[in-house]
């Protein structure tokens, strides 16, 4: 029973133990950071450190003081090429208007060729018809005089 607690002891320690393989992964973590690289990654932490507190203490404040002096000409140069923009829109409008008054005045232009070769095709009916009845009349008083002529 003894060798069969032992063996049991045995098998859960391999299942369940991780402590053997845990331990080599630390090894092998440790010997790639620190032996391998031989700190690269702290110089360059150190590094960029170094960087960002001389950023912080001298390029801010230049940038504070250059953003003071450039951002308002830059917010002038902005507010005149918005008017510039305005004005082509209102331009853009303008020529939109007079667009759509040629066209009013096309369409009217239209009515009133119309309007003229209506009035042209009912005088030339108008006439043709007065020349019809003045050549029935002609005849009429011509056959009349004629037969005037002959009861004399």
């Not at 504070?64 to 902005?78: C, F, M, R, T, Y």
């Not at 939109?96 to 003229?116: A, I, P, Y």
């Not at 108008?126 to 005089?145: C, G, M, P, R, W």
Request: glycine fraction near 2%; hydrophobic fraction near 35%.
């Amino acid at each position: 029973m003894a060798t069969i607690v032992k063996d049991t002891g045995e098998i859960w320690s391999r299942l369940f133990d991780h402590r053997p393989f845990i331990q080599g992964e630390i090894t092998f973590f440790l010997r790639e950071f620190q032996d391998k690289r031989d700190d690269r990654e702290v110089a360059r932490l150190f590094k960029i450190l170094e960087y960002s507190s001389e950023l912080g203490q001298n390029h801010l404040d230049r940038a504070e003081q250059l953003g003071d002096d450039h951002l308002p000409s830059l917010k002038a140069n902005v507010d005149v090429a918005l008017s510039m923009c305005e004005c082509v829109l209102q331009k853009e409008d303008q020529f939109n208007s007079d667009n759509r008054l040629e066209k009013n005045r096309q369409v009217r232009k239209e009515e009133w060729e119309k309007f003229v070769s209506d009035i042209s095709e009912k005088c030339e009916k108008v006439d043709q018809e007065f020349l019809s009845k003045e050549q029935e009349l002609k005849d009429f008083y011509a056959d009349l005089e004629t037969k005037l002529h002959l009861k004399k």
